[in-house]
Nanobody, 123 residues
């Protein structure tokens, strides 16, 4: 049983950098062929894929966020981290980490999710 848990500050000031960590248990983030994703949901809106880091360490980012987003990992801790710079109130929402299996159609292979963590950007 794979479990994912997000952690990080729930409140961030505008212009600062948000840093969230996803801790994975029950499976290795280097296991073929899985991708480890960050997904967020602003209030009243749908899910927005932000980016992912693959089992190989390769990273992928949403075009709309790539200039502000960085995903990294610490394999010794079985963790991966999201950094979102220059945050604004529009970045407020629930942030999830999720595992995704390699599939023919991207976005259809999510099998495990964290519980989500609320992030509020406010001064």
């Amino acid at each position: 049983q794979v479990q994912l848990q997000e952690s990080g500050p729930g409140l961030v000031k505008p212009s600062q950098t948000l840093s969230l960590t996803c801790t994975v248990s029950g499976g290795s983030i280097t296991t073929n062929y899985y991708y480890w994703n960050w997904i967020r949901q602003p209030p009243g809106k749908g899910l927005e894929w932000m980016g992912a880091i693959a089992y190989s360490g390769s990273t992928y980012y949403s075009p709309s966020l790539k200039s502000r987003t960085s995903i990294s990992r610490d394999t010794s801790k079985n963790q991966f981290t999201l950094q979102l710079s220059s945050v604004t109130p529009e970045d407020t929402g629930v942030y999830y980490c999720a595992r995704e299996a390699l599939t023919v159609v991207a976005g259809t292979g999510y099998d495990y999710w964290g519980q989500g963590t609320q992030v509020t950007v406010s001064s």
